[in-house]
């Protein structure tokens, strides 16, 4: 059974480009979310998707935005890049409920400069 | 204060002994308490996860919550030296069928031989 697959799995970007990110969840999966993986702050929650539509949304600015297809693929857009966007980017996908847990993937680490 | 807090360490402990790994929380509202396990350059892994208190045994792990003390530990017995890695508590309140984890920051576990 395939994991969650990110692409791409490295990038780096110059400030106030703008980056999009990639996630393919298990199949069968319909519950797609993201994280900022950072030294100081850890893993902060950015979005959730489910059946295409945004069931939840962390505390970032509007420059982070995503979309799920019919798929439940998703990507992830962040736009007018700042330094502290440099991160690890990861996403989980899931059935939708706690009983089953979150699978992640292995995030795609961000750079700018 | 962060929601949940977590010692980043690094803990660095001699193949075999028990590791002790604890968390302490401020949100009456968290039901659900999880452990992951992060290896370097992967995606957080779901270890285990414990609803409301008690403990809970799978293998060498065990999982122990205290809500009265908002405070949770995840124990290794036998530590080996594949168990080094980052260990994250996450926890979320019980809402329905959509949940959002909150995570510690990870504290980083050594096992030398």
């Known amino acids: 059974k395939a994991g969650v697959t990110q692409t791409p799995r490295y990038l780096i970007k110059t400030r106030g480009q703008q980056v999009t990110l990639s996630c393919s969840p298990i199949s069968g999966h319909r519950s797609v979310s993201w994280y900022q993986q950072t030294p100081g702050q850890g893993l902060q929650f950015l979005f959730e998707y489910f059946s295409e539509t945004q069931r939840n949304k962390g505390n970032f600015p509007g420059r982070f935005s995503g979309r799920q297809f019919s798929n439940s693929r998703s990507e992830m857009n962040v736009s007018t890049l700042e330094l502290g966007d440099s991160a690890l980017y990861l996403c989980?996908?899931?059935?939708?409920?706690?009983?089953?847990?979150?699978?992640f993937g292995s995030g795609t680490r961000l750079t700018v400069v | 204060q962060k929601e949940v807090e977590q010692d980043p360490g690094p803990l660095s402990v001699p193949e075999g002994a028990i590791v002790s790994l604890n968390c302490t929380y401020s949100?009456?509202?968290?039901?659900?308490f999880m452990w992951y396990r992060q290896y370097s350059r992967k995606g957080p892994e779901l270890l285990m996860y414990t609803y409301s208190s008690g403990n809970k045994e799978d293998g060498r792990f065990t999982a122990q919550v205290d809500k009265s003390s908002k405070y949770i530990s995840l124990f290794i017995r036998d530590s080996q030296p594949s168990d080094s890695a980052t260990y994250l508590c996450?926890?979320?309140?019980?809402?329905?069928?959509?949940?959002?984890?909150?995570f510690g920051r990870g504290t980083s576990l050594i096992v030398h031989p």
């Open positions: 989980a996908s899931g059935q939708g409920a706690i009983d089953y847990g979150y699978t």
């Open positions: 949100n009456s509202a968290f039901q659900y």
């Open positions: 996450a926890m979320s309140p019980a809402s329905g069928g959509s949940y959002i984890p909150t």
